[in-house]
């Protein structure tokens, strides 16, 4: 298969899309030759089967200049490829499907959120096939919706060192862009209570604001903790490269995460993978936890039960906790391990 791969950022050191190096990295492996093209490209280091294409973000802001490299790149690129794989940007499904479907170029489709916007109903009727990680993660109805879960790199993501996480059991990990939807009040208001009753813990919140509106949210935030005098136990560690994330998830001993958007959050799969245990609100993990969702699910918004739930875990026998983390490791193995995502999406396309 020569396969063409359209992402929005190619970047080892991006926090949030730098796991794209590695999905088209397996890719490559399966592939006779892949042609990925992204929005803006950073540092890289993809096998030599892999040639990388920019819509030229990174050389500065011209929406006439992406769109006249987009074109470009289809055409010239066009006997370098039988199979279209579109990352999360519907739009390029819209903008490249017809010349795709006369080319019979088969599209793919890969969208993970819980919003459906109108172009994203537009490009269904030009794609072969739409991808997503759970049924809550692409909420159109089509039969050309395929559930396939997460790609996650579970030989990467390993817990070597337990008594580390051991002596960390009180620390809290939250990781995703600092935004609204993520309802980190929740977390702050979660904290205060367990503070009150005198547990000593500590939070970390990994990301960014990508956003003007999401720099207002963040002061917003740091004001709550400052008038509830949390400044010790909740920090903001700022953006994270995806390739650094590891040695977080390890130091800590639960991941929280607040998300109120409905589709699976990548970073909560990785933290399962490494046994990290994951407290969350988000639906789409109705779907993921199995057997687990009664102990680490709690209703949106709920900073009480958040609360509860955080104590618990602190509070779990060793062995339960450890069978805790094994048994989540082995759902990631199982259902969402990098190299049966991408066997899944290769046999569909």
Known sequence: MKLLIFTQIIDLNDDVLGFMHGWIAEFARNCESVTAVCLKMGEHNLPPNVKVLSLGKERGKSR???VFNFYKYLWQERKNYDKVFVHMNY???VMGGIFWRILRKKIGLWYAHGKVPFQ???AEKLTHVIFSSTKSG????SPKINVIGQGIDTEKLLITDYEWR???RNKIISIGRISPSKDYETLIKAVEILKNQGIKLKAEIIGGPAM???KEYLSLLEQEIKEKKLGEEIKFIGPVANKDILKYLLSAGIFANMGLTGSLDKA???AMATELPVLTCNEAMLEVLGGYKEALMYPKRDFEKLAEKIELIINLPFEEYRELGRGLRS????KHSLKNFINKIMAKI
């Open 64 to 66: 006439l200049k992406y």
């Open 91 to 93: 739009e390029y499904v």
């Open 120 to 122: 994203l109903r537009l």
């Open 138 to 141: 692409c909420r159109l109805v």
């Open 166 to 168: 051991l002596n960390n």
């Open 212 to 214: 003007e509106s999401d």
């Open 268 to 270: 909560m799969a990785e």
């Open 331 to 334: 759902i990631v193995i199982e």
